[in-house]
């Protein structure tokens, strides 16, 4: 079975723009979570969403946002792009919702580099 | 003060070694812990998970929960190359009917000397 996708592996953007990523679930999984991981620094919690739904949503500001389409399929959009926004962005699966006691398994992650 | 502290490393040990992660927390509402590993350029994987106090044992590895001095650990026996990565605590805290976000620590290197 194919794990947690996730597209593109790399990007590079400049300040100011605006950079979309893509996370398919594990089949049959219906939870996303997105998370930032700066070089050095554990996963920042960004969203969660569940059937569809935010369930969930850290410290970050409005120039984050994300969706979940009806195959649970996800987006993270993040708007005039700043340089401190260069990290690996995480998304991971889960059967329910997250923060429960369901695993949540992660895919491999965009690196996203700002110049 | 940070919800979730741990010792960034790098930790070097032998092949064979026992290996000692630990992590504090200033969160007494935690009651749901998880260790993850994470190789280069790889998303985390779950290791291990627990519920409050305790020691839980999987193979190698030795999960355990102190909460009454908010103190996490991961014990690694017979430490082979393979186990070179990154350790990341992770947890959570109870709200009700279900367990909100998952706070991770900044992780501890680990690098097993053959």
């Known amino acids: 079975d194919a794990g947690v996708t996730q597209s593109p592996t790399h990007l590079i953007k400049t300040r100011g723009q605006h950079v979309t990523l893509r996370c398919s679930p594990i089949s049959g999984h219906k939870s996303v979570s997105w998370y930032q991981q700066v070089l050095g620094q554990g996963p920042q919690f960004i969203f969660q969403y569940y059937e569809k739904e935010e369930r969930g949503r850290g410290n970050f500001p409005d120039r984050f946002s994300a969706r979940q389409f009806p195959n649970y399929s996800s987006e993270l959009n993040v708007n005039a792009l700043l340089l401190g926004d260069s990290a690996l962005y995480l998304c991971?699966?889960?059967?329910?919702?997250?923060?429960?006691?369901?695993?949540?398994?992660f895919g491999p992650g965009t690196r996203l580099t700002v110049l | 003060q940070k919800e979730v502290e741990q010792d960034p490393g790098p930790l070097s040990v032998p092949e064979g070694a026992i290996v000692s992660l630990n992590c504090t927390y200033s969160n007494s509402a935690f009651q749901y812990f998880m260790w993850y590993r994470q190789y280069s350029r790889k998303g985390p994987e779950l290791l291990m998970y627990t519920y409050s106090s305790g020691n839980k044992e999987d193979g190698r590895f030795t999960a355990q929960v102190d909460k009454s001095s908010k103190y996490i650990s991961l014990f690694i026996r017979d430490s082979q190359p393979s186990d070179s990565a990154t350790y990341l605590c992770a947890m959570s805290a109870f709200r009700g009917t279900s367990y909100d976000k998952v706070i991770f620590g900044p992780g501890t290197s680990l690098s097993v000397i053959p």
């Open positions: 991971a699966s889960s059967l329910g919702e997250v923060g429960g006691t369901d695993t949540q398994y």
